[in-house]
């Protein structure tokens, strides 16, 4: 079963398009539910076998928090083709409820970790705790930019740099 994983470690960066919608069904059916691509109890259940895959393969998985993102240009993005923006608020409720739900896949990652005694790498934060976290967001408001991709690396760099002092 682990024929071909041969290294010391695996950083799992998972999360963000499982947490996403069909924006189109959501636009065209806002009264009714819709679920995440992949929902959370799935998702959760899939990261753990992940993370148990990788401990069987005698390597060392490391988690990551999802970077934040920036819900009114997210939305705009989402819309950017023709989408009903209206359809769509009226369907979250409010123009937060993006990122918060985001933000639930984010902290299931991190509950994930603790519970599989696996490495956390707190990306999120490194993000929510600068003042110019938007200017860390590209304009399509759910990726990183050039600077966000920076901040990662230096982010990564830190943990690698905390795990061989110790």
Sequence with gaps: MTAGLQCDGVLLEYGGNDCDFCWEEVAAHPDIMHLSKTPIQEFEQTLKRMVMYIKSAQSIPML??????????????????GLNRDNILHWLGDLHTIER????????IARVALE????LIDVRSGF?????????IC????????AGHALIMDLL???HRSRISA
Excluded: K, V, W
């Excluded at 990551?64 to 950017?80: F, G, K, S, V």
């Excluded at 929510?128 to 860390?136: K, P």
């Design 128 to 136: 929510l705790s600068r003042r110019d976290c938007s200017s860390l």
């Design 116 to 119: 599989t005694h696996t490495q």
């Design 64 to 81: 990551m928090t999802l970077p934040p993102i920036d819900a009114e240009r997210y939305l705009n993005h989402i819309c950017r083709n």
């Design 101 to 108: 739900y985001q933000e639930l896949y984010s902290l299931r």
């Design 139 to 146: 304009t399509d408001g759910i990726h990183p930019n050039a």
């Design 157 to 159: 760099a830190d943990f």
